[in-house]
Nanobody
Framework: QVQLVESGGGLVQPGGSLRLSCAAS????????MGWDRQAPGKQRELVAI???????KYVDSVKGRFTISRDNAKNTVYLQMNSLKVDDAAVYYC?????????WGQGTQVTVSS
């Protein structure tokens, strides 16, 4: 079992920045990738960014150049630095951890982008 706890969401104006954090605990050694999904009202959940244990990253096209995913393995924490936020980025952001055969998600943190 893996437990994930997110923090860092909130309200920001368009063009602003936020940094999300997610701390993992439990069966840490079983994790081979960590990342972030998001889900906006009325839309399907989508992968935003993910980083595997070798440091390879993948981003959804709409955030490339604006969002950066990073991991602190010593702290079992993954971060999502979000810059130049747009109204369309508003969603509940879910931390995720991929293990062999199973995915885990955190409880989600709300990101609101509004003037």
């Amino acid at each position: 079992q893996v437990q994930l706890v997110e923090s860092g969401g909130g309200l920001v104006q368009p063009g602003g920045s936020l940094r999300l954090s997610c701390a993992a605990s439990g069966s840490i050694g079983s994790i081979h990738a960590m990342g972030w999904d998001r889900q906006a009202p009325g839309k399907q959940r989508e992968l935003v960014a993910i980083m595997d244990n070798t440091g390879n990253t993948k981003y959804v096209d709409s955030v490339k150049g604006r969002f950066t995913i990073s991991r602190d393995n010593a702290k079992n924490t993954v971060y999502l630095q979000m810059n130049s936020l747009k109204v369309d980025d508003a969603a509940v952001y879910y931390c995720k951890a991929n293990t062999v055969g199973r995915e885990y998600w955190g409880q989600g943190t709300q990101v609101t982008v509004s003037s």
